[in-house]
C-alpha cells in the first residue's frame, strides 16, 4: 500500500506544524533509553523480518483491544457501539506505524509526525482524522500502559526471521527503547510545560 493510499497519513506533509519538541531534547530522550546506532541498526534488521507479518501483529493488537472493552471505547461511539469504519480506517496507520518505527530517520520530520500522532489522541484533534462521532479523548494512562503489550506481543514476530537469540533480542530492545520514546513524545499535549 502506497503512503498516498493511506487515508490520514500525513509523515512529511509540509502543512504539520513543527514539533515544539526540540532536536536538542530529542537527543536526550534518546540517551536517556539508551537508543543509539546500534538500535537504529537493528531497527532496520527488524523491519525486514516484520514487512511480510504487518497484518499478522495487527490482528494481534486488534485483538487486544478488542477484548478489553475500556480499550475498544475509544473506537466506538458515545454509546459504546464500536465504528467499524474507524477501525478500519486507523488499522493501515497503524500498519505505517510500524514500518516509521523501524525505517524512518528520526529527525524534525519524525518530530513533526509524532506530534500529530499525539494530538489525534487528545480533545484537540481526536476524531477530527477520520470524521467519526467517537468518544472526545484517549485517557493518557493508557498510552503509556500500552507500551508493554505492543513491546512484549512483537518478540514472536521478531523470533520469525532465523536470527540468533542475540540478534532478536537486539531488535526487541531497540523496539522497546522506540517506542517508549514515541509514547513520552505523545504525552507532551496532556501535560503543562513541565514535560
Known amino acids: 500500500m502506497s503512503d498516498a493510499s493511506i487515508s490520514g497519513y500525513t509523515y512529511g506533509d509540509a502543512a504539520l506544524p513543527a514539533s515544539s519538541v526540540s532536536i536538542d531534547d530529542l537527543h536526550k530522550l534518546k540517551a536517556s533509553v539508551l537508543f543509539g546506532e546500534a538500535d537504529e541498526a537493528a531497527l532496520r534488521r527488524a523491519w525486514d523480518v516484520?514487512?511480510?507479518?504487518?497484518?499478522?501483529?495487527?490482528?494481534?493488537?486488534?485483538?487486544?483491544?478488542?477484548?478489553?472493552e475500556h480499550l475498544v471505547a475509544y473506537f466506538a461511539t458515545p454509546q459504546g457501539e464500536p465504528i467499524a469504519s474507524y477501525l478500519n480506517a486507523v488499522r493501515p496507520r497503524f500498519g505505517k506505524w510500524i514500518e516509521d518505527t523501524c525505517t524512518r530517520p528520526y529527525d524534525a520530520t519524525w518530530l513533526a509526525y509524532q506530534q500529530e500522532i499525539a494530538v489525534r489522541h487528545t480533545m484537540d484533534r481526536k476524531n477530527h482524522t477520520d470524521q467519526v462521532d467517537s468518544v472526545p479523548y484517549v485517557a493518557m494512562r493508557y498510552l503509556v500502559a500500552f507500551i508493554y503489550p505492543i513491546t512484549a506481543t512483537m518478540r514472536p514476530f521478531l523470533a520469525a526471521g532465523g536470527h540468533s537469540d542475540e540478534q532478536v533480542e537486539a531488535m526487541h530492545q531497540a523496539w522497546f527503547k522506540a517506542v517508549t520514546m514515541q509514547v513520552a513524545l505523545w504525552t507532551r499535549p496532556y501535560v503543562t510545560e513541565q514535560w
Open 50 to 68: 516484520l514487512k511480510d507479518q504487518v497484518e499478522a501483529v495487527l490482528d494481534v493488537w486488534y485483538g487486544f483491544v478488542g477484548s478489553n
